[in-house]
């Protein structure tokens, strides 16, 4: 049997499971995940167990430091792994929530219908927790999943995804609601966006590589593959506010998409607000590079290329530009920002009104840090990832974007004329 | 200038286009439209001189019959159009509709706010009316159009576009957020297809050799391809009304998607609803091809193949299996369904809850024709489309479906702890 024909096999399968998963009761949804946290929680040694095997192949395979921290289990993330899918199982269930109704003068009556999108495959990297955060969340919103993890977390994927299925089977649902790709082989991403029929969306989480393994992908994809945000400190900023919004951007968790990479300032405050605020990023080890105009003020940091306004750093490294105007400002946003998420600081509402009309970013901040771009500070309690798509969802997504909707008429003979 | 580049300069003015037309005024969006409408209405002889040379050139290369009526504009046609153009500008602007909002427990306000979805590429075959509907449509939900019709209406087409350029030059408007591609060549297709920096969206109306020329497209797509719709006459069904929602479903327009192609009968209705139905249908000039069951209680009519389940005729032809139970029905649907209208006749409240929740089509009804899944119908004012996606949008689509959101979150300060 080929590669290709096991897959498909497999996504049939969970084809199949997707239909009796999208008729399953909120209550024998919610039963599943309650007993999977369980699972989770008494077997955390032999999960320990998977996971340092997958440790001993990354090392001696020469990976360490960041990558070997994002891979490594421990009592506390399982822990925080089976809080988490009780969490989900808390989460209202998106499926039949009715969205809309209205009736029509002839009699009709209208509902949309939030429904299940069918099935979601989930391709990610070396956190082996994904597997379940992500796999319960999809089983949630009524889908059926295909996950297809890292190669280096196959041991811990493998042993959680087959305890995600037991899960299922134990509360009498087709286990290939949750269907997990187990070979190593990298072919298997090629074969999954071949099938259309069978997925109704990729969610990637990862970076370049992965974003180029997916190009002419035949499955539409949902991607939030880059974050490069800025915040604009504007002529009429409280400048005191706007210190702590761009340190909270840029320092407070800087390798995440929502973190601050270029910061722009207006020429009429730069003087007064860039020499304290740069003794404090550079106070809290973050490098500066400005243009010439920034480094006339702050002489003791580098100059920033070209190249250094397109780079998403995901570290703590910073550009600086001094604008002359909130138009070029917003120009700049447009030119270099990825849309998704930017912010303004000002006490001037008509600067605040241009600045959320005219910057079309998936998040528009006024006087608030672009960190808040996340579905836990949004309220949706939940995240399944961030898109920078301008198609079906945008922004944070929660549970009802992995969702679609179907339109309920119900009438007493209406023909149409 | 190859074709590419001269294809690709013109995409890049739209998308500049695109950045304005976003930011422009309801007022100025309905003023341009008014004027568009008086100047079809002014310039009908000149449309109509266009749109003769168009029809010489399509009767020299051998069209007939009904091609050659689509492609047909006569004076009432282009007051219809006119008419409709008039009825976009009385229609809502979607953009900054405020869809929801709510605020955190930290204090920052968030809305989720309507905006234009950017740069959407309309490729439509031989009704030159297209021109304008999608173009207005599109113009009034603040997007940027590249409108891609047939080589057949080449003349009329180019003067409509031109039109429709001018009111927009006349109200200070970026011409190019109107971009007709004038190339009759097909290679046109294949060049707006690989270019996603460009394009949002592709909106192709059009048959299998368009959506053949847009597979491996690298610009999403939101396609209607195909209707293949039913209706199951439950065994609880008021008969009298089955049979006016079939007839309406498969004669009252047989060549557009919602209308009827299968016709499912429970077996316990069967002798007592088919026998009348047959006839009435057979009076109408509908072919009828039944399976085994349908042939022995109306022994005149063909004997449906194995195609017939999956064809959608477009034509005065139905096909009709006596099923077993509900079980069979949605199964049946599952399998042959386009997913994009199907209806169930019954008064059986239980039947109809399980057809309206296991049937996953973009419109289900419940005592009601198929035929109602229209835009107009629905109540949307306009319709740009009937999507089988299930991404985005499905359904019938307004203007609404044709844009997406983005976050506004306003604060005072605050940073993410």
Chains 1, 2 share one sequence.
Request: glycine share 6%; net charge neutral.
């Amino acid at each position: 049997m080929t590669l290709e024909a096991q897959i498909l096999s497999q996504l049939k399968k969970a084809r199949a499971a997707s239909h009796s998963l999208a008729l399953c009761s909120t209550e024998r949804k919610n039963a599943t995940l309650l007993s999977l946290a369980k699972a989770l929680r008494a077997n955390a040694s032999a999960i320990l167990e998977a996971n340092r095997k997958d440790l001993e192949v990354a090392k001696s395979s020469g990976r360490a430091g960041a990558f070997l921290e994002r891979l490594t289990l421990t009592d506390a993330r399982i822990a925080a792994m089976a809080k988490s899918v009780e969490e989900v199982a808390a989460l209202p269930d998106p499926v039949g929530e009715i969205m809309e109704s209205w009736s029509r003068p002839n009699g009709l009556q209208i509902q949309k219908m939030r429904v299940p999108l069918g099935v979601i495959a989930i391709i990610y990297e070396s956190r082996p927790n994904v597997t379940i955060d992500a796999g319960v969340l999809t089983f949630k919103s009524g889908s059926a999943v295909v996950l297809r993890g890292g190669k280096e977390a196959l041991a811990a994927n493998t042993l959680l995804a087959r305890m995600l299925a037991r899960s299922l089977e134990d509360s009498g649902i087709d286990p290939a609601a949750v269907t997990f790709i187990d070979t190593p082989d990298r072919d298997a991403i090629q074969i999954l966006k071949r099938h259309p029929e069978e997925i109704d969306l990729i969610i990637p989480r990862g970076g370049g590589s992965l974003k180029e393994a997916l190009a002419g992908s035949a499955v539409p994809l949902m991607p939030h593959f880059d974050g490069l945000c800025h915040t604009f400190v504007d002529r009429a900023a409280d400048l005191k506010m706007a210190e702590e919004i761009c340190f909270n951007a840029k320092v407070s968790r800087p390798s995440v998409c929502n973190a601050m990479e270029n910061l722009l300032v207006h020429r009429e405050v730069a003087a007064k607000f860039l020499p304290a605020m740069a003794k404090r990023f550079i106070a809290a080890g973050v490098e500066l590079r400005g243009d010439e105009a920034t480094c006339a003020i702050i002489p003791a940091i580098k100059h920033a290329t070209d190249e250094d306004w397109d780079t998403e750093y995901l570290d703590l490294i910073l550009s600086i530009k001094i604008v002359d105007s909130i138009d070029e400002a917003i120009a700049f946003i447009r030119r270099h920002g990825s849309g998704l998420a930017d912010a303004i600081v000002t006490q001037d509402a008509s600067a605040a009104a241009r600045f959320e009309r005219e910057v079309d970013s998936a998040t528009v901040y006024i006087n608030a840090s672009t960190r808040f771009t996340d579905g836990f500070e949004f309220g949706f309690g939940a995240e399944t990832g961030i898109s920078t798509n301008r198609l079906h969802a945008r922004g944070p997504m929660g549970l009802r974007e992995l969702t679609t909707y179907k339109y309920v008429v119900r009438g007493e003979g209406q023909v149409r004329s």
